[in-house]
């Protein structure tokens, strides 16, 4: 009876294994067309069931080292199918993982990085654009700016030039002045002697008028 208990205990987790194996089969099949999060909660699923599955062929496993003759090798062979079975399982639970629908995803994913980085670069080019129309406009600025302070620098050296003409004239004027004051210097001596020279010569002719006169009166 206690055999026959140990059996049926046996067959239960036989059975129990085969209900489990089918259901990660079909749950497997069912990954490739799922996305994201239900996707990634099925996958969760499977391998909890794949974990029941384990400790299922262990359970049977252990017993089956206390069966007998026959009973102990057909036990032995089904242990190794169901590991065979387990690890197909594990395999193509891999595969499904990485269906086309990640593919699709990741895929979406590029793309999306790579518009992300095509505005980027939009911007980073508009962003330069605008930088080099600043620069054009401050260099052509830098042009003006030196236009106009060689345009003044050309006009102060007229203004110098028309300054040192000027003072040369106010030289030439100076010196002028300087010898028409020497000249009338030297005419206004030449009319004092003048007539200082008058002056002696009418005394002296009134002096001989007078010796003269006094010289009939006698």
Do not use: C, W
């Not at 384990?54 to 089904?78: C, F, M, N, P």
């Not at 891999?94 to 895929?107: C, F, G, I, M, V």
């Amino acid at each position: 009876n206690e055999y026959k208990s140990y059996l049926s205990m046996v067959s239960q987790y036989e059975q129990d294994y085969s209900v489990v194996s089918a259901d990660i089969t079909a749950k497997i099949g069912r990954i490739p067309n799922l996305y994201g999060k239900e996707k990634h909660d099925l996958v969760g699923e499977v391998e909890r069931l794949l974990e029941e599955a384990s400790d299922l062929i262990d359970q049977i496993e252990v017993d089956s080292y206390s069966a007998t003759g026959d009973q102990r090798k057909q036990l032995s062979t089904s242990v190794a199918n169901y590991k065979r079975d387990y690890d197909t399982h594990v395999k193509n639970l891999k595969k499904a993982r990485l269906s086309y629908t990640d593919e699709n995803e990741a895929r979406n994913e590029l793309l999306g990085v790579g518009n992300e980085h095509k505005n980027n670069m939009v911007s980073n080019t508009e962003r330069l654009e605008r930088s080099s129309r600043r620069l054009d406009d401050g260099y052509r600025m830098a042009l003006e700016t030196e236009e106009i302070g060689q345009n003044i620098l050309n006009n102060l050296s007229e203004d110098r030039e028309k300054i040192n003409n000027a003072r040369n004239r106010l030289n030439n004027v100076d010196s002028q002045l300087t010898q028409s004051s020497r000249l009338l210097n030297t005419m206004y001596r030449r009319v004092i002697q003048n007539k200082a020279l008058m002056f002696v010569m009418g005394i002296i002719i009134v002096g001989i008028i007078i010796l003269a006169l006094y010289g009939m009166l006698k």
